[in-house]
C-alpha cells in the first residue's frame, strides 16, 4: 500500500512554485511553503491569493473551499520548517548548483524518511539527487504550467529510485486529480523531450526563411488540428526557457537535433523573450500579454496578378481527389473530372452526392446549393475535357513517374495560361514542372486528407514558378476558404517536415523502452495538449504512410535522426499498418 503523504514542503513560490502549492492544498494536503525570507514568502501566497480569487470568480472554487484551503498553507522564510514534512518539492530557478545546494540542505534538515522531489523540466535527476545522502528517495515530480490547470504530472525515477517512493509520489499525484506518467531519467522526461526537438525544428525552418512565423504556425494549427503554432509555443514558454531546456536537453543526449537553433540564442541575448517581455517571434502589446499586435515588417503577400479561374480539371478519383472536386464544386467552379473509366466515373460523382447529401441532412448545406454544386460537376474518361480548363489540379498515385506522364499530357492539352498544379505530399514538385514546357505555370498545392474539412493547403513554389502562378492559388484557395501557406519545394513541405520526425522520436522513445505508448501518447495529449498522441495519430495516418513519408525525409536531408525507427520498420514488414489492417500500435480487432 502506497502512503498516504499528508504535508508537504514547497521550496520555491514563484510562479510554478504558488501553482503547485495550490494544487497540494486543494487536494487536502498540508502545506509548508518556503521562500528565501519572509517577505518572499508573503508575495508567493500573494499568487496564490490572486489565483484562487479568480478560481471563485469563475465558479471553479467556492468560498468556503478556498478559506479551507488557505487553513492548510503556512508560509515562511525557515528552510527547517519542513523538517517533519513526508514530501518536500523544490521549485526554484533551473540551476544544476543551486538545485544541488539546496538538496544537500533539505538532506540534513529532514527526516530520514521524507521523499525529496524536483519539479525540474530537464535537469538530471540523478545529478541532483547524489547530492543527498538519499538517493534512493530522491524523484522528479514534473509539474506543468499552469500547475493549476494542466493535469499532466510527470513522475521521474533513477536508477536507484526505491520502488516504494515511486508508488508513494504516484498515489499523490492521483490524489491530487492529476495525471501521473512515469518516465526515466533522461533529456526532456517524455513530453518536453518529444515537444522541444519539434519547436527547435519550427525555429530552425523559420530561421533559414523556408516559411514566414504566421505560415508556419498556421500550417500545424490547420494541417494538424494543434491548438497553438510551434512558434507562438516558443513565445509562451518563453525563448529564453526554452533555449535552456534545449541546452540542458543536449548536453544530456548529444543529439545534434537539440542544439538550440541559434536564433535562439540570438533573440534571448537581445531579450526578445517572448510574452513576458512583449516580444519574440511576434509582437504583444505589453509585456506578459497574451495579445498580439500588427508587425508591418513581417507581413508578406503573393506579389503576382491572380490570373481569373472559373473552370478546374481534376484528375485521379481517389478519396483525396473526390473531395477536391466536392471543394471546388461547392465554391462555385465548374469542374471537370477525369478517372479511369466510367465506374470510377460513377463511384466518384456517387461519392460526391452522399457528402453533400450528409451536409444537407445535418442543415449545413440548403438543397438549392446542393443541386447548384452538383451541376458544375462532370465526369469523363477522356483527358480531352481539361482543353478548356483554367486550373488542373492532379491528385493520383503517389508516384514520380506516374506524375511525370501527366504532366507531359498536360502540355499537351491544357490552353495557355492554364494553372497546372499536383497534390504531391511527399515528391518533388519540380520534377513534375519539368516534364512540361511551361514550368513556370506548375505549382503544388497540398490539400489535406479530409479536403473538405480541412483547412489548410500547402502552396509550393519550385524554382521555376511564376509569381502570377502562386497568386492565383491563392485566390482559389481565398475561393475555396482554404488558408493557404507558402512553402519551397523540399521534402515533407512545411507540416510533413515537423510533424514526422515528432512522430518517429516518439517510436524510438517507445522501442528504448523509456515509456510505454499509453504514457506517451498521455503525455503529449494532457502536457502539450494536442488533439492526439503520437502512436493515435500514427495508427490512423497508416504506418506505411507515415514511413514512406520519413524515407522521403531523410532521403533528402541525410539527418541521421531523422532515419526511421526500426520498430516502425518491422511493424510494416509484418502487415501491422494501423487502423486500417486492424493493428498498428495497438490491436483494434480487439476493441
Not at 506548375?442 to 502552396?459: D, K, T, Y
Amino acid at each position: 500500500m502506497a502512503r498516504d503523504i499528508t504535508t508537504v514542503g514547497v521550496v520555491g513560490l514563484g510562479t510554478m512554485g504558488a501553482g503547485i502549492a495550490e494544487v497540494l492544498a486543494r487536494g487536502g494536503v498540508r502545506v509548508i511553503g518556503v521562500e528565501v525570507d519572509d517577505d518572499a514568502a508573503e508575495r508567493g501566497l500573494a499568487r496564490m491569493r490572486h489565483s484562487t480569487a479568480r478560481a471563485v470568480e469563475r465558479g471553479k472554487l467556492t468560498e468556503d473551499e478556498e478559506r479551507a484551503l488557505y487553513e492548510r498553507v503556512t508560509v515562511g522564510g525557515d528552510p527547517a520548517a519542513v523538517a517533519d514534512a513526508d514530501l518536500v518539492l523544490e521549485a526554484v530557478p533551473e540551476q544544476l548548483d543551486l538545485k544541488q545546494e539546496l538538496f544537500a540542505r533539505l538532506d540534513r534538515i529532514c527526516c530520514p524518511d521524507t521523499i525529496l522531489a524536483t519539479n525540474t523540466s530537464s535537469l538530471s535527476v540523478t545529478e541532483l539527487s547524489v547530492a543527498t545522502g538519499r538517493s534512493a528517495r530522491v524523484v522528479g515530480l514534473h509539474f506543468f504550467n499552469p500547475a493549476p490547470v494542466m493535469p499532466l504530472v510527470e513522475v521521474v525515477r533513477t536508477v536507484v529510485t526505491e520502488p516504494d517512493v515511486l508508488d508513494d509520489v504516484v498515489a499523490l499525484a492521483e490524489k491530487l486529480g492529476k495525471q501521473p506518467v512515469v518516465a526515466g531519467d533522461r533529456a526532456g522526461f517524455i513530453a518536453n523531450g518529444l515537444l522541444f526537438a519539434y519547436l527547435n525544428h519550427a525555429a530552425a525552418m523559420f530561421e533559414e526563411k523556408y516559411a514566414t512565423r504566421g505560415d508556419i504556425d498556421a500550417a500545424m494549427r490547420f494541417g494538424c488540428g494543434l491548438p497553438m503554432g510551434p512558434l507562438a509555443v516558443l513565445d509562451l514558454v518563453g525563448i529564453d526557457t526554452a533555449y535552456s531546456i534545449l541546452q540542458q536537453m543536449y548536453r544530456q543526449s548529444r543529439d545534434r537535433l537539440h542544439a538550440p537553433a541559434p536564433i535562439l540564442k540570438q533573440m534571448a541575448t537581445a531579450g526578445l523573450l517572448g510574452r513576458k517581455s512583449g516580444r519574440g517571434f511576434y509582437r504583444y502589446d505589453e509585456p506578459g500579454s497574451s495579445r498580439v499586435v500588427p508587425d508591418p515588417g513581417a507581413a508578406t503577400a503573393p506579389t503576382g496578378t491572380a490570373r481569373d479561374v472559373r473552370s478546374v480539371g481534376v484528375v485521379g478519383s481517389g478519396t483525396m481527389a473526390t473531395g477536391i472536386v466536392e471543394v471546388f464544386a461547392k465554391a462555385g467552379y465548374e469542374v471537370v473530372f477525369v478517372a479511369r473509366g466510367d465506374a470510377k466515373v460513377a463511384a466518384v460523382t456517387a461519392a460526391v452526392t452522399r457528402s453533400l447529401d450528409k451536409q444537407v441532412q445535418r442543415g449545413r448545406l440548403a438543397e438549392a446549393d446542393r443541386d447548384a454544386a452538383l451541376g458544375r460537376v462532370t465526369g469523363t474518361t477522356s483527358m480531352e475535357g481539361l482543353a478548356v480548363v483554367d486550373l488542373v489540379v492532379e491528385a493520383v498515385v503517389e508516384e514520380l513517374s506516374v506524375k511525370q506522364a501527366l504532366f507531359e499530357n498536360f502540355d499537351d492539352i491544357c490552353k495557355p495560361g492554364a494553372v497546372l498544379a499536383t497534390t504531391t505530399s511527399s515528391l518533388p514538385v519540380i520534377e513534375c514542372a519539368m516534364a512540361t514546357k511551361r514550368p513556370e505555370d506548375v505549382v503544388g498545392m497540398h490539400f489535406f486528407n479530409p479536403a473538405p474539412v480541412m483547412r489548410l493547403v500547402e502552396v509550393v513554389r519550385t524554382v521555376t514558378t511564376s509569381d502570377d502562378a502562386v497568386a492565383t492559388i491563392h485566390e482559389v484557395c481565398r475561393r475555396t476558404r482554404k488558408h493557404a501557406v507558402d512553402c519551397g519545394d523540399r521534402a515533407g513541405f512545411i507540416v510533413n517536415a515537423l510533424l514526422f520526425p515528432y512522430l518517429n522520436d516518439a517510436v524510438k522513445m517507445l522501442q528504448a523502452n523509456y515509456a510505454s505508448a499509453d504514457e506517451i501518447d498521455t503525455a503529449i495529449k494532457t502536457g502539450a495538449g494536442f488533439p492526439m498522441g503520437p502512436f493515435e495519430l500514427l495508427d490512423v495516418v497508416g504506418l506505411d504512410v507515415s514511413l514512406a513519408i520519413e524515407q522521403v525525409l531523410f532521403a533528402e536531408f541525410r539527418e541521421p535522426g531523422w532515419a526511421p525507427a526500426t520498430l516502425l520498420e518491422h511493424l510494416v514488414t509484418a502487415g501491422y499498418l494501423g487502423r486500417k489492417t486492424g493493428r498498428g500500435f495497438r490491436d483494434y480487432a480487439k476493441k
